[in-house]
């Protein structure tokens, strides 16, 4: 499902942020991504969406070779992958409703289809009740929800979350990761980059941990293994 193969990556300022790396992620796999800030994991994360390209070495994401991807191409590639951030990247003028409609209507899905499956996704977030408001009239906690069910509605086989409860509180972190273990249970590959000590030591699953570029710990069922 991804693999990277002796990956490298040198920022224009001189600055090494992978220096490197091998690893495969298989279909199905729930992976979290670990590490101290400014570790790479970031840089880790937005090279598998082609955020970032490597300098040298070969990354494969769902068969394609991403170094070698044009970029008007990358967003037909990211159609099979579902990204969320921390800080939710919602439009602001835009209801509930639009703004999960919108990643249908950006693949030409037609009116039907598209009022059955975001109907679908709101429902699985919880939030089916709230079609009609607007991200501002929404907790944080809810933001983060609509921004997941935007992530999932073209049915992507990868969902790569960078910090996904970096901005919420505990209980509502912990909603949101149910969230996550059911999107994975379905079948889709979940990678996470989190500083959440707690939810990767209670909710297990394996564990890449990277320092200085490096990846120095890979685990299945592993543990955070940091002081927050």
Sequence with gaps: MIEMIDVKKTY????????????????????????????????????????????????????????????????????????????????????????????????????????????????????????????????????QRISIARSIVNSPKIVIADEPTGNLDPETSWEIMNIFEQINKNGTTVVMATHNRDIVNNMPHRVIAIEDGQIVRDEQRGEYGYEN
């Design 12 to 143: 224009p300022n001189g600055v090494s942020a992978i220096g490197g790396i091998n690893v495969k992620i298989k279909p199905g796999e729930f992976v979290y991504v670990v590490g101290t800030s400014g570790a790479g994991k970031s840089t880790f994360i937005k090279m598998m969406y082609r955020e970032e390209r490597p300098t040298s070495g070969n990354i494969i994401v769902n068969g394609v070779s991403l170094p070698k991807l044009r970029n008007t191409k990358v967003p037909l590639f990211r159609r099979n992958i579902g990204v969320v951030f921390q800080d939710y990247k919602l439009l602001q003028t835009l209801s509930v409703y639009e703004n999960v409609a919108f990643a249908m209507e950006v693949i030409e899905s037609t009116p039907a289809q598209i009022k059955k499956r975001v109907m679908e996704v709101l429902e699985l977030v919880g939030l089916k009740h709230k079609v009609r408001m607007l991200p501002s009239e929404l907790s944080g906690g809810e933001q």
